[in-house]
């Protein structure tokens, strides 16, 4: 077995007596027996107390002006580490125990031979903590006769050992489940140890092994396992060691029945549904963690504490909630910029019990100089399938400098969030107006001037391994719609859009890959007054850097661009992490190219290309981008800044 590290202790220290301190240890345990019943006098004699605790005070004082005057004591001798190793050095150096009995101002010479000798055990338990179990250490004493003398420590550490052989068994479910849950996280256990073949023993490192072995069992499934049995068997002739580790997996855990704390402006039921933990559901550590999280987020709690009884039914036991609620009204400020809109300022109220019932009514007004809005709308609570009812109305104005497009919509229907998807189904109203200088002579089917009622069905799923800075994983969105115009000719219409962003992991050092992808089409007659709130446009921080917030689209005369029935984007961008060593996580150099392209028919797509490059910041609030592109197609170089990850 290698000897446990010894770290240094700040405890109690026996040292031993000088000679001095034995001749006077008697008559100061006499004058202490003494002074006790004195101070009892004084204790039950009314006297004046303020008057003696003064006294006491300046006595203290006098003591510690005295004790401060004392010339600081010298060592008894010098340590000196002699090895090639710098780490081994300055560890014994940190850690002998030789450095405790410096204070010891009278030892003799046989008193330092003796500990010299207790020390040479010490400094070799101190190098086996770091793998080295056959070494040669020398003390020995140096200096002039007469001066302090030194104690010399010379260190040859040998050959280090390292690991021969692992061998991790399990005991429990785990050990005979065929659950492909628990056989997969049984192999990554195995997979995942950290101390493998090769490796330098320390005892910090097989230490470390072993709780991140444990960690990795409790956290999913088995709560209540533990480590049965481990072992290192030490070869040091040959400098090697073999590892045996036996975990004790326990009975799996399933999620049973809520029992919720806390919960009195909201139903109690409502903290389960938004958390997403079923009955039946296997017990997860992680998947605890995330609910927390959603319902701090929701809205309705300042915080959650989610936990189980590992002492509970293994079967279905219970997931407690301590719960503090939120206030029910809410109002919110934000001020922000965006090099397509400008300076932005945003008000937002929210009210958890619309008109004393438990539907959420939010109201949202943003000014800025692009696109000015007002935005109301109601939600209920979800129902037992997760399920909720929402209403919403906008009023929106979009000036791109050359049109101006005045939209309102009104929308009814249900809404589903889970933990990798979101369904919407919804009936939607909008009507567009589109103004501007010149806009007389365009039709208003190309300009997106006109109204429709349709219904649609959204569709999102995301499969990052972390938010909001993923480093691999994907996200997919679908929009469908259909439906037909309410202006002029009553023309039916159908609307497919799609988006997708890939993160491919490269390596640490070189970061990662984000591909995105986005198309869509209007399918109808030509005379369709379609909204322009249907119809395409591109090109801004988000779409096509490079290029003038939803610049690209279909030219319709006098410098004027509208929107399109088809649009396709795409772009490639290289995630580089930079300045690691000072700025840890924190800072990324991209570099992207990105293209897009707007048109009435699918052979009418012209690619508008943007390359650049620019600067990531990783802040608490998401990822802060700074970019600068040039494009291709409008020869011109643009600054384009964006804050936070959406999908």
């Given at each position: 077995?290698?000897?446990?590290?010894?770290?240094?202790?700040?405890?109690?220290?026996?040292?031993?007596l000088p000679r001095f301190a034995r001749t006077l240890i008697w008559p100061a345990l006499l004058a202490l027996t003494l002074a006790g019943p004195l101070s009892g006098c004084a204790a039950l004699d009314g006297g004046d107390k303020s008057h003696a605790t003064t006294a006491d005070a300046g006595a203290a004082t006098d003591e510690t002006k005295t004790a401060?005057?004392?010339?600081?004591?010298?060592?008894?001798?010098?340590?000196?580490?002699?090895?090639?190793?710098?780490?081994?050095?300055?560890?014994?150096?940190?850690?002998?125990?030789?450095?405790?009995?410096?204070?010891?101002?009278?030892?003799?010479?046989?008193?330092?031979?003796?500990?010299?000798?207790?020390?040479?055990?010490?400094?070799?338990?101190?190098?086996?903590?770091?793998?080295?179990?056959?070494?040669?250490?020398?003390?020995?004493?140096?200096?002039?006769?007469?001066?302090?003398?030194?104690?010399?420590?010379?260190?040859?550490?040998?050959?280090?050992?390292?690991?021969?052989?692992?061998?991790?068994?399990?005991?429990?479910?785990?050990?005979?489940?065929?659950?492909?849950?628990?056989?997969?996280?049984?192999?990554?256990?195995?997979?995942?140890?950290?101390?493998?073949?090769?490796?330098?023993?320390?005892?910090?490192?097989?230490?470390?092994?072993?709780?991140?072995?444990?960690?990795?069992?409790?956290?999913?499934?088995?709560?209540?396992?533990?480590?049965?049995?481990?072992?290192?068997?030490?070869?040091?002739?040959?400098?090697?060691?073999?590892?045996?580790?036996?975990?004790?997996?326990?009975?799996?855990?399933?999620?049973?029945?809520?029992?919720?704390?806390?919960?009195?402006?909201?139903?109690?039921?409502?903290?389960?549904r938004l958390s997403w933990l079923k009955p039946g559901d296997v017990y997860d550590q992680k998947k605890l963690v995330d609910a927390q999280g959603r319902l701090a987020a929701s809205g309705y709690y300042q915080s959650a504490y989610i936990s189980v009884d590992p002492k509970g039914d293994p079967a279905a036991v219970p997931v407690r909630y301590l719960l503090?609620?939120?206030?029910?009204?809410?109002?919110?400020?934000?001020?922000?910029?965006?090099?397509?809109?400008?300076?932005?300022?945003?008000?937002?109220?929210?009210?958890?019990?619309?008109?004393?019932?438990?539907?959420?009514?939010?109201t949202k007004l943003q000014l800025d100089k692009t696109t000015p809005l007002l935005q109301w709308g109601l939600t209920s609570l979800p129902n037992a399938e997760g399920w909720s009812r929402a209403g919403l109305a906008r009023f929106m104005r979009q000036d791109d400098g050359a049109l101006v497009t005045t939209s309102k919509t009104l929308r009814a229907g249900?809404?589903?969030?889970?933990?990798?998807?979101?369904?919407?189904?919804?009936?939607?109203?909008?009507?567009?107006?589109?103004?501007?200088?010149?806009?007389?002579?365009?039709?208003?089917?190309?300009?997106?001037?006109?109204?429709?009622?349709?219904?649609?069905?959204?569709?999102?799923?995301?499969?990052?391994?972390?938010?909001?800075?993923?480093?691999?994983?994907?996200?997919?969105?679908?929009?469908?719609?259909?439906?037909?115009?309410?202006?002029?000719?009553?023309?039916?219409?159908?609307?497919?859009?799609?988006?997708?962003?890939?993160?491919?992991?490269?390596?640490?050092?070189?970061?990662?890959?984000?591909?995105?992808?986005?198309?869509?089409?209007?399918?109808?007659?030509?005379?369709?007054?379609?909204?322009?709130?249907?119809?395409?446009?591109?090109?801004?921080?988000?779409?096509?850097?490079?290029?003038?917030?939803?610049?690209?689209?279909?030219?319709?005369?006098?410098?004027?661009?509208?929107?399109?029935?088809?649009?396709?984007?795409?772009?490639?961008?290289?995630?580089?992490?930079?300045?690691?060593?000072?700025?840890?996580?924190?800072?990324?150099?991209?570099?992207?190219?990105?293209?897009?392209?707007?048109?009435?028919?699918?052979?009418?797509?012209?690619?508008?290309?943007?390359?650049?490059?620019?600067?990531?910041?990783?802040?608490?609030?998401?990822?802060?981008?700074?970019?600068?592109?040039?494009?291709?197609?409008?020869?011109?170089?643009?600054?384009?800044?964006?804050?936070?990850?959406?999908?």
């Amino acid at each position: 077995m290698a000897p446990a590290a010894r770290p240094p202790t700040l405890g109690t220290v026996t040292l031993p007596l000088p000679r001095f301190a034995r001749t006077l240890i008697w008559p100061a345990l006499l004058a202490l027996t003494l002074a006790g019943p004195l101070s009892g006098c004084a204790a039950l004699d009314g006297g004046d107390k303020s008057h003696a605790t003064t006294a006491d005070a300046g006595a203290a004082t006098d003591e510690t002006k005295t004790a401060s005057s004392e010339p600081e004591q010298k060592p008894a001798f010098d340590i000196r580490v002699e090895c090639k190793d710098d780490a081994l050095r300055k560890l014994v150096e940190e850690h002998t125990e030789l450095r405790r009995y410096r204070v010891v101002t009278d030892l003799d010479a046989t008193e330092l031979e003796r500990l010299m000798a207790l020390g040479r055990r010490d400094v070799r338990d101190l190098l086996a903590t770091q793998g080295y179990f056959s070494p040669t250490i020398t003390i020995s004493r140096a200096g002039e006769p007469g001066a302090r003398p030194t104690v010399v420590i010379a260190i040859e550490p040998g050959p280090a050992t390292r690991i021969q052989n692992v061998d991790i068994d399990f005991t429990g479910d785990i050990a005979r489940s065929t659950n492909a849950g628990a056989m997969q996280q049984r192999e990554a256990i195995v997979s995942d140890w950290t101390l493998a073949d090769g490796r330098r023993f320390t005892q910090e490192r097989w230490s470390d092994a072993k709780t991140d072995a444990l960690r990795r069992l409790v956290e999913r499934r088995y709560p209540q396992g533990k480590i049965s049995q481990s072992r290192a068997d030490i070869h040091a002739d040959r400098a090697q060691a073999d590892l045996s580790v036996t975990l004790d997996s326990g009975p799996p855990f399933h999620l049973g029945p809520a029992a919720i704390k806390g919960a009195r402006l909201y139903p109690p039921e409502l903290a389960p549904r938004l958390s997403w933990l079923k009955p039946g559901d296997v017990y997860d550590q992680k998947k605890l963690v995330d609910a927390q999280g959603r319902l701090a987020a929701s809205g309705y709690y300042q915080s959650a504490y989610i936990s189980v009884d590992p002492k509970g039914d293994p079967a279905a036991v219970p997931v407690r909630y301590l719960l503090t609620e939120a206030k029910p009204k809410k109002v919110q400020l934000g001020i922000g910029y965006s090099t397509d809109t400008g300076p932005r300022l945003s008000v937002e109220h929210r009210n958890n019990l619309f008109w004393g019932s438990t539907w959420r009514a939010e109201t949202k007004l943003q000014l800025d100089k692009t696109t000015p809005l007002l935005q109301w709308g109601l939600t209920s609570l979800p129902n037992a399938e997760g399920w909720s009812r929402a209403g919403l109305a906008r009023f929106m104005r979009q000036d791109d400098g050359a049109l101006v497009t005045t939209s309102k919509t009104l929308r009814a229907g249900v809404a589903k969030t889970e933990e990798n998807y979101d369904r919407n189904f919804y009936l939607q109203f909008d009507d567009a107006n589109v103004t501007g200088s010149g806009t007389q002579a365009v039709p208003d089917a190309l300009l997106g001037d006109g109204a429709a009622l349709s219904v649609n069905y959204d569709w999102t799923g995301r499969y990052f391994d972390s938010l909001p800075f993923p480093s691999r994983g994907y996200g997919l969105s679908l929009n469908l719609a259909a439906g037909f115009t309410v202006i002029g000719r009553h023309l039916p219409f159908t609307r497919i859009q799609g988006r997708w962003l890939g993160i491919v992991p490269i390596s640490k050092k070189s970061g990662r890959i984000a591909l995105r992808a986005e198309a869509g089409a209007v399918l109808s007659s030509t005379q369709a007054r379609i909204p322009a709130t249907y119809l395409f446009r591109t090109g801004g921080d988000t779409t096509v850097r490079g290029y003038s917030y939803r610049s690209i689209g279909i030219p319709v005369g006098d410098g004027l661009v509208g929107p399109g029935r088809y649009m396709a984007v795409g772009s490639v961008e290289w995630q580089r992490p930079i300045l690691q060593q000072r700025f840890h996580g924190l800072l990324e150099q991209v570099y992207f190219v990105d293209v897009g392209s707007v048109a009435n028919l699918p052979n009418h797509l012209r690619p508008n290309w943007g390359v650049g490059t620019g600067v990531r910041i990783n802040s608490p609030v998401g990822p802060m981008e700074l970019d600068l592109a040039y494009g291709l197609q409008s020869r011109a170089f643009r600054l384009h800044m964006n804050v936070g990850f959406t999908f």
